[in-house]
């Protein structure tokens, strides 16, 4: 099935830096959203965005619409241990109802 | 319950048997999804429903998958003579009317098809 391009596949990065992540789609959709699960879990929405061009905050996260409805990314300020995760976005075309993910960024988070 | 909860956690079936995954989907929400996760891969769309309607089944991968929610609340899925193929995580997701793509997300049943 159809998947967005995401990237980078997987991030080590040290406690304290920042991180950004970016989705790209060859389609246009109306939503963003941003996804972290946990090992054993179900993904958990961290934020939606459904302008073109916003930009959007949560606590220590940004992330952006991008102008072309085509891509997104995601920002992580000051990472701390509990960031370690994999990051998922996700587009939302309002048409078909489902979501369309990418296929992830595993963030490793070093002391 | 609070979340999104499905039955079994981990399920191991040899190859051709049937299986059945259920979900409890958040009391009051009108919208049902479910979701394939392969290994390291991100969520795949299966099917949808509204209610107790299957507005959008387009993601089955074969007709060995049946989905239903009989009564609009707790659904089904079910996965006859499971192949090694079979093998992921099965997410579902539920969401209020209106409510756009914001679903919440189950912790996933993980099927081992051997």
């Known amino acids: 099935g159809q998947q967005l391009n995401q990237s980078p596949q997987s991030m080590f990065i040290q406690e304290g830096e920042d991180v950004s992540m970016n989705c790209t789609s060859s389609?246009?959709?109306?939503?963003w959203l941003w996804y972290k699960q946990d090992p054993g879990e179900g993904p958990v929405l961290l934020i939606a965005?459904?302008?073109?061009?916003e930009l959007t905050s949560n606590g220590r996260l940004t992330a952006q619409f991008g102008i072309t409805r085509k891509d997104s990314f995601l920002n992580i300020s000051a990472s701390i241990p509990s960031d370690v995760g994999i990051y998922f976005c996700?587009?939302?075309?309002?048409?078909?109802?489902?979501?369309?993910f990418g296929s992830g960024t595993q963030l490793t988070v070093l002391p | 319950g609070a979340g999104v909860s499905q039955s079994p956690r981990y399920k191991v079936a040899k190859r051709g048997q049937d299986v059945a995954l259920r979900c409890d989907p958040i009391?009051?929400?009108?919208?049902l999804f479910w979701y394939q996760q392969a290994l390291g891969q991100g969520p795949e769309f299966l099917t949808y429903f509204q209610n107790e309607a299957q507005l959008d089944k387009s993601g089955l991968p074969s007709d060995r998958f049946f989905a239903e929610r009989p009564e609009g609340s707790v659904s089904t899925l079910k996965i006859q003579r499971t192949q090694q193929e079979d093998s992921a995580v099965y997410l579902c997701a539920s969401s209020f009317a209106g409510s756009g793509p914001t679903a919440f997300f189950g912790q996933g049943t993980r099927l081992t098809v051997v």
């Open positions: 009391s009051g929400h009108v919208s």
């Open positions: 389609s246009i959709f109306n939503t």
């Open positions: 965005l459904y302008k073109a061009g």
């Open positions: 996700a587009g939302y075309s309002g048409s078909a109802r489902q979501l369309t």
